[in-house]
């Protein structure tokens, strides 16, 4: 592994190794960074710091120095590579005299591995300051930021260009700390976070030759270099425009809410006028389906009776216009069964009637009613149970009316001569899978999601057209929904359709259970 800068920073374990300095006549010291004060200083520093000897020098307090000098010191040491120096002006105040020195920092280390710097002190020449001093002086003067030195008592001493514009003074003898800043608690605040060792920061509000603004103010004690008095640096920066920024985004944002929360009131509104209506219809269907029903049933049996000469004997002709009122009563139950199972779904209420029965005799049940069916047309209806000694735990009337739908969209969207076929085969992961697969005119891609919707056919083609009401598949699907399944449909126009579900495992229970009781199976309207 490599050696670190610090590995290779110079070492000074024993200040003894320091002695040598001794004979020069340049002030030098070496200042402990971690614990912010003098470790060992030469002859010259202590003649430079006024002090007695080494014991009363390493025992001199600092600290009450500001964040930015501790953080200059901490920036030196870990900018600064090996063999590299940094020379700089600074003010130093032995005994609150104030001094302008040119020092020199080199990093190195001392006793326990602590961070520290070499520190070179040379006086300068106070009439005439070096160019580094003149280039900061004339960008204290050219900068944007505001710039107020005020002393102990809060009165302003002086101000850069920029402070004396936005404030407008001429004579700033009579400004204060508290004054600018119109809070009479600020110059105890800012002393309270320099104890802390913390900079005191805030944005605040005030008072310009330009009217009301609003400035970063950021504060930290130092000493004045004329005086050696403690003295606040206060520098700001203008943040009007960003704070109108922030506010026109904050109005913004309330707006927004505003018209979300009216919006949000509005749909919910209409979501409730929506389900009142919902629920009026399905009222109304209800009760219209029994009205209807009741007529319906006494049309349809009268004219089996009818057509079976119970009351007397019919001609051809007769019984041929009985078999068209008969088939008709029964298309026209059909329907209202679906609206009334339609509306029983969409208001929530559908419930399962659930016992253990077998889904043998229900396939059986299937096989006899669509076979004739399948004659008449000509269809080739398969049917093929490779499941058995198996029941599901569901509602056996609903499971009928799920593979009755199916078929009956098998059927009434196959042409004649086609084929149809009805399977059971089971899966040990995935449970009992149902299939319908028809050779008929198939469905569009992209119209398969929709059939799963209420009131939309199959197919859009003319030769399904008038073929129901489109509610067939969208009950089956909400049907297989309660019995903890999904219907899948897979289709290829102009070559069929296959339709499938399968019963999940926790439905399907060994026939053989001593514990399960099995439902004989009946059919009911």
Sequence with gaps: MPPTVKDQLPKFYLSEILSAFNRLSTAIWVFDIDDHKIWWGNE?????????????????????????????????????????????NWTLYPSGTPKMVIVTFTPIL??????????????????????????????????SLMISTFGNDGKLLAQNPSAATVYDIENHTTTTLEGRYRDPNIRETIISRQELKKRFKRDIKVETAFGDRWHTLTAELGLDPVSGSQVIVATEEDITERVRAQEDLRRLNLDLEQRVSERTEKLTIARHEAEAANKSKGNFLATMSHELRTPLNAIIGFSDMLGQQIYGPVNERQNLALKDIHSSGRH???????????????????NLFEGYFSHAQIIDYCRATFELEAMQKEHIFTVQNNVIGIVIKGDSRRFRQILFNLLSNAFKYTPAGGEIALSVNYDPENGILFSVKDSGIGIPKENIQDVFNAFTQ???????????VGLGLYIASQLVNAHDAELKI??????????????????V???????????SFEVKN
Aim: aromatic content about 6%; hydrophobic content about 40%.
């Design 44 to 88: 010259a520093a202590l003649e430079f710091w006024e002090a007695e000897s080494v014991p009363v020098l390493i025992a001199r307090d600092f600290s009450s120095d500001s964040v930015s000098v501790r953080q200059r010191l901490e920036d030196i040491f870990s900018n600064t590579s090996q063999g590299e120096r940094v020379e700089e």
């Design 490 to 507: 897979e289709s290829v126009v102009n070559k069929g359709t296959t339709v499938s579900f399968s019963i999940p495992t926790s439905r």
């Design 509 to 519: 229970f060994d026939a053989r259970d001593p514990n399960i009781l099995i439902e």
């Design 458 to 468: 199959a197919a859009s083609s003319d030769w399904a057209a008038g073929k129901g």
């Design 110 to 143: 001392i006793e326990n591995g602590k961070r520290a710097v070499l520190i070179e002190a040379s006086p300068q020449i106070r009439e005439e300051l070096d160019h580094r001093a003149k280039r900061i002086l004339e960008a204290v003067r050219h900068t």
């Design 332 to 350: 026209l139950l059909d329907l209202i069964n679906e609206l009334l199972d339609a509306s029983t779904i969409d208001n929530g209420q559908l």
